[in-house]
């Protein structure tokens, strides 16, 4: 039903729907081997990141930090524990995606580029 409901939600964003099922097995092999590789980052360092991203009004995905553990949430769906991977780019623990941050000329990061199913979609940051 969670596939579903994502699919019918990038539809009607106009984002377009997934070609094909992600291959779950394989996308959590190459997760494995990505966490024992993370990236350490203080939580000063998470906390530039943290905030409200949006693609467009109405789905926005929002990154904070709970127990230690940098998370993201978009609007409807649940939320997700974020493995660092280094040059400000992360990846959901349990979906294949890319998020990358980018920071602007005072180095604050205010835009965010997700990528996912071969599209890379931007959102900016609104907190």
Request: proline share 2%; glycine share 8%.
């Amino acid at each position: 039903m969670k596939k579903l409901f994502l699919i019918i939600v990038l539809c009607t964003l106009g984002i377009g729907a997934f070609a094909q099922e992600p291959d779950t097995a394989l996308y959590k092999e190459i997760v494995t081997v990505q966490s024992e590789n993370q990236v350490k980052l203080s939580l000063e360092q998470l906390a530039s990141y943290v905030g409200d991203y949006e693609l467009k009004e109405g789905f926005s995905i929002k990154f904070y930090i709970k127990g230690g553990d940098f998370m993201s949430q978009a609007t409807g769906q649940d939320a997700h524990f974020m493995i660092a991977q280094g040059n400000h780019k992360f990846i959901p623990a349990d979906f294949p995606s890319v998020a990358t941050f980018v920071a602007n000329e005072e180095g604050v990061f205010d835009k965010l580029i997700i990528t996912q199913s071969g599209r890379d979609f931007e959102f900016n940051r609104v907190d």
